[in-house]
């Protein structure tokens, strides 16, 4: 009896929420799944899942089967992967997901050479800027920015996520220069909304590290989208917060300036972050591996912008990962 078979089938059949839907996503008809399950229920000798018109959901003992069973799956799968490529190095498909921005600025550049290096691995890229679930969306791993809230996963920082004020020069010279965070409530500032609300409380450092202010924004222009919102920072609609990543070449070609440099956001990662295993897959950590080396001391972005951004150069900044 395939047992790990039938235990792998039952997750993805919670992960997905229906018997024919995870029966497609593993090439199965809705009848073979159907008495998989059956099958595996017996086989326990409990029932695993509760069937309602619009969804499955696990019983306790299924809850209890999920909570277990999902890491020996995941070790099988890795274990398997991972003698598969003992003998021809890392190799396999990579699903990873990341933020479009970034994905397309920093890594979409990297992968000739990630691949030129590992000739056996495919990878597959899904650029969003929403939180994708990594399990119940078969990814190996996702780029992530700023805190990390899901203490399910293992994450890994590869790089500091250093954040500014900024605005264009034709907007400060319209509207004047803030000497202080509470004179923002007098602007037009650029606010992004996400899936968890509306970002218009902004946390600034004090100049002496004595804590924060937080200051409530608003302004005529908002979206989900941050490259939205940095164009019209350019464009001179208002204040944005953007990441260094983000408007680094816009900082030095003059298009955008620091606002409020005193003040600046606290910073935050970039963090790969991965299902919670004890294997991880080779082709995961070759990846991994591959990124932190890339981005290692000072990335790139923020090389040539520390005076701008009040940090010591390289020598005597000891950056922590």
């Known amino acids: 009896m395939d047992r790990i078979g039938d235990i792998a089938l039952f997750l993805r059949v919670l992960d997905l929420g229906s018997i024919s839907a995870a029966a497609r996503s593993l090439d199965l008809s809705t009848a073979v799944a159907s008495q998989r399950l059956k099958r595996l229920e017996t086989s326990l000798g409990v029932r695993l899942l509760h069937r309602t018109t619009r969804r499955l959901h696990a019983t306790p003992e299924g809850a209890l089967l999920a909570e277990q069973g999902r890491g020996l799956v ?158 019209a920072a350019v464009a001179g609609l208002g204040i944005a917060l953007h990441s260094t990543w983000h408007v680094g070449d816009d900082l030095r070609a003059g298009r955008l300036r620091i606002v409020l440099p005193q003040h600046r956001p606290q910073d935050t990662g970039i963090h790969a972050v991965m299902p919670q295993r004890r294997l991880v897959p080779p082709r995961v950590r070759a990846f991994v591996d591959f990124l932190a080396q890339e981005f290692a001391d000072e990335p790139a972005w923020d090389r040539d912008l520390l005076v701008q951004l009040g940090v010591p150069p390289p020598s005597a900044h000891a950056y922590q990962r």
Do not use: K
């Open 74 to 231: 995941q070790d099988l799968e890795s274990l398997g992967s991972g003698l598969r490529d003992a003998g021809a190095g890392v190799a396999g498909t990579l699903r990873v997901t990341m933020s479009a921005s970034f994905g397309r600025q920093y890594i979409s550049p990297l992968l000739p050479r990630f691949l030129a290096r590992h000739p056996r691995v495919r990878v597959s890229v899904h650029l969003t800027d929403q939180v994708v679930d990594l399990v119940s969306e078969g990814f190996d791993l996702a780029i992530r920015i700023g805190d990390l809230h899901d203490s399910s996963l293992v994450s890994r920082r590869l790089a500091l996520n250093r954040r500014v004020l900024c605005a264009s020069p034709s907007y400060l010279a319209a509207h004047g220069t803030p000497d202080s965070p509470q004179d923002l409530t007098r602007h037009e500032c650029l606010v992004l909304v996400g899936s968890a609300g509306r970002h218009d409380m902004w946390r600034l450092r004090a100049p002496d590290g004595g804590g924060e202010t937080v200051v409530r924004v608003r302004g005529r222009c908002e979206s989900n989208y941050g490259e939205l919102l940095r164009d």
